[in-house]
């Protein structure tokens, strides 16, 4: 079965008036372990923006699961998952976004450790600051303290410490049977590094689950057709139950990342 896409209103470049070339886009990305649902948050961030007349480039590098580029049209995507091509790959969407100055969602996979090296020999935080385009680290944190690894890196040395960080504390990794508070609370929130980042400015949002996420992804569904519970390709209904499950996911996303709506593209 062909899987439908949310289309982007337009795949070429846009000509700029002067007030736009003047802003500072985003290059928001997305970063943590494998599995702690960052393509699900891109998902909503895309949607989001795309709802609000926002078109942000998408790039989907994840070289095991391009979830992004099932999902959408226009989705710009590597040649091939070799480190080589990778790596040009993201020098060109960098360059295109200085150009075009357009928010850019840049997807990799889990632990990716390219972007982690070209934010090192590139001195990118502060080149990509100076040239008037605000970084978004967008850190996915199970309740796991291995989650925290991956956070300890990119800010030691500040190698990513965007002003604009996002800790975003996935409650739909938390067992069953716990309470999101007492996960993180004994595990997370207890970590130096979580500590410390927020101290120097990171903001911490806490994400809902969602029960039907993957029931959603697989019908390749938008959040806000099974919200309304439309179904593509004449599959049976989501069905009223998860419809309004899903409904409620969206408001509480809504109001859990209003503290950092500014820096959302």
């Known amino acids: 079965m062909t899987r439908p ?5 337009d795949d070429t470049p846009p000509i700029l008036a002067p007030d736009l070339a003047k802003r500072r886009p985003k290059l928001v990305l997305p ?5 702690r649902g960052k393509t699900m948050l891109c998902r909503w961030m895309i949607e989001r923006a795309l ?8 790039a989907d590098g ?3 699961n391009q979830s992004l580029a099932r999902s959408f049209s226009g989705v710009l995507s590597p040649p091939s998952a070799d480190d080589a091509d990778v790596r040009a790959w993201i020098a060109g969407l960098v360059e295109a976004l200085l150009t075009e100055r357009r928010d850019t969602v840049l997807d990799l996979g889990g632990g990716d450790l390219v972007l982690k090296g070209l934010a090192r020999e590139m001195d990118l935080l502060p080149w990509l600051t100076e040239l008037g385009v605000d970084l978004v680290a967008v850190h996915l944190i199970g309740p796991a303290s291995d989650d ?5 890196s990119v800010e030691e040395g500040s190698l990513l410490a965007a002003p604009a960080t996002i800790l975003v504390l996935n409650e739909g990794m938390v067992p069953p049977g716990r309470s999101p508070h007492a996960a993180f609370s004994a595990t997370v929130q207890a970590h130096p590094i979580l500590t410390a980042t927020v101290i120097r400015g990171a903001r911490v949002v806490s994400m809902p689950r969602l ?3 993957s029931e ?21 209904p989501l069905g009223p139950w998860r419809a309004q499950q899903v409904a409620i996911w969206r408001r509480r996303m809504a109001e ?4 950092v709506e500014e820096w959302l593209p």
């Open 5 to 9: 896409k949310r289309a982007f209103p």
């Open 62 to 64: 994840d070289r095991t």
């Open 211 to 213: 029960e039907p996420a």
């Open 256 to 259: 859990a990342f209003a503290s």
């Open 31 to 35: 970063m943590g372990r494998g599995s």
């Open 216 to 236: 959603v992804e697989e019908r390749g569904m938008t959040f806000v057709a099974a919200s309304e519970n439309q179904v593509p390709g004449g599959q049976p």
């Open 148 to 152: 925290m690894a991956f956070l300890q």
């Open 51 to 58: 709802d609000a007349g926002r078109v942000p480039v998408v």
